[in-house]
């Protein structure tokens, strides 16, 4: 049978980088209190011409040198994103034609946080039943133009960035590949977690409203559930991974979830320090780094998870 395996992964920061220390001269905040709260202690914040599609097409680039791979050999882009350049054309489009790929399709899919993880599992539906042979899946975002930079109880959490992988069609692939994928939503938590604007609403780009508390309660009980059925599908138990690598929210959101599937810490893949929360790039970008620092290694037993908006959360398991 065919199985999605991961070839080469690839990611890009913006050049700024903001503290903590920076923030709380903008807002009533302190490092004190983020770091202990969220674990984060700087983001990368995007200049105006680093779009979402500019930083997605630069993490893809990447991506495919690592693979070995050209614009040729790339047959479906799945750009994660709930920050595009624009309402249409999608970033997938525009990020397809900045790499000069002219085969095959490319489309957003927009699930929030949880959007790489979805984008995984849409992916690996293409290549393990022959519509496509290789894919570019990338996560990138730009929450820094929809915080709202007046609300502390939202800006200092944020960051921008993209990542991405390429995922190949194998035949005999030795183990390795998607082994499993869980995906839910559920629509009725909406005031929980949403921008307050777009073309039906306001007519404006909105800013993103959550409700904090509500929003960690939620992730810390529920998340759990479709990681479980990942490692149940694939028939296989927490203490065979060698990675966990969630979605970068919170430290105190990871490690709870951890500790409640018995997963031991040092297994956890933490960025949040660095990056913030960057929404559906935060995965693959804990990816590359851990990737390219060593840490992941061919044959590794990795899982992904993220919950974001909507509620939609989602699970993914990936020999590597
Ligand atoms: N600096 C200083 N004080 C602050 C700040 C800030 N940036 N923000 C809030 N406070 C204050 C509050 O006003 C409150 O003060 P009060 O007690 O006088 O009312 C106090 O700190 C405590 O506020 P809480 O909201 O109760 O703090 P909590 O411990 O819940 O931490 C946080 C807040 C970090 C937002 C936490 O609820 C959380 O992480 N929630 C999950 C959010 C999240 O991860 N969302 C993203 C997941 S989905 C996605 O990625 C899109």
Known sequence: ALRSVVVGTGSCLPARVVTNAALAEQV?????WIVQRTGIRQRHIADSDETTSVL???AARAALDDAGLTADDIDLVICATSTPDHTFPSTATQIQAALGIHQGAAFDLQAVCAGFVFAV???DKFLTTGSARRALVIGAET????VDWEDRTTCVLFGDGAGAVVLEAQEDADGRGVLSTSLRSDGRHREKLYVDGGPG???????LRMEGRDVFRFA?????DVIVEAFAQAGVTADELDWFVPHQANRRII????????IAREKIVLTVDRHGNTSAASIPLAL???RRDGRIRAGDLVMIEAIGGGFSWGAALIRW
């Open 121 to 123: 599992s849409t992916a």
């Open 220 to 224: 810390v009980g529920q998340v759990t």
């Open 255 to 262: 490690e709870a979830s951890a500790d409640k599937l018995a």
């Open 288 to 290: 590359d780094v851990a």
């Open 143 to 146: 929450f820094s133009r929809i």
């Open 201 to 207: 609403s306001t007519g404006t780009t909105g800013r």
């Open 56 to 58: 997605g097409t630069r």
């Open 28 to 32: 009533d905040t302190s490092d004190e």
